[in-house]
Nanobody, 124 residues
Framework: VQLQASGGGLVQAGGSLRLACVAS????????LGWFRRAPGKEREFVST????????DYADSVKGRFTISRDNDKKTVYLEMNSLKPEDTAVYYC??????????????????WGQGTLVTVSS
């Protein structure tokens, strides 16, 4: 399984970005995909997750109402739409995947495959 994340960049506070994670290498019908982030000097933290099969999703409290996760099965791509960005959203964002047909997975330890990160910088 290969995961390719993209879409990061520099944006002003209040702005928006859309991250994309393209998955390849397997059939993903039973997979759960997730986004995590690591801010400078901080631990990696959960951001959002989505079940490939059902589309059920979950979010960290810090991003609820601002971020939206979605998937395009035909393109094997998971998106993270980020709105109303704040400087504290600055981090390297990683997508991850696991063969887990039971819905959302919020713990990094549950994930088996990781993509390279994409840097999001939000200026104040």
């Amino acid at each position: 399984v290969q995961l390719q994340a993209s879409g990061g960049g520099l944006v002003q506070a209040g702005g928006s970005l859309r991250l994309a994670c393209v998955a390849s290498g397997r059939t993903f019908s039973t997979f759960t995909l997730g986004w995590f982030r690591r801010a400078p000097g901080k631990e990696r933290e959960f951001v959002s997750t989505i079940s490939w099969r059902s589309g059920s999703s979950d979010y960290a409290d810090s991003v609820k109402g601002r971020f939206t996760i979605s998937r395009d099965n035909d393109k094997k791509t998971v998106y993270l739409e980020m709105n109303s960005l704040k400087p504290e959203d600055t981090a390297v964002y990683y997508c991850a995947a696991v063969d887990f047909p039971f819905g959302a997975a919020v713990s990094a330890e549950q994930y088996e495959y990781w993509g390279q990160g994409t840097l999001v910088t939000v200026s104040s």
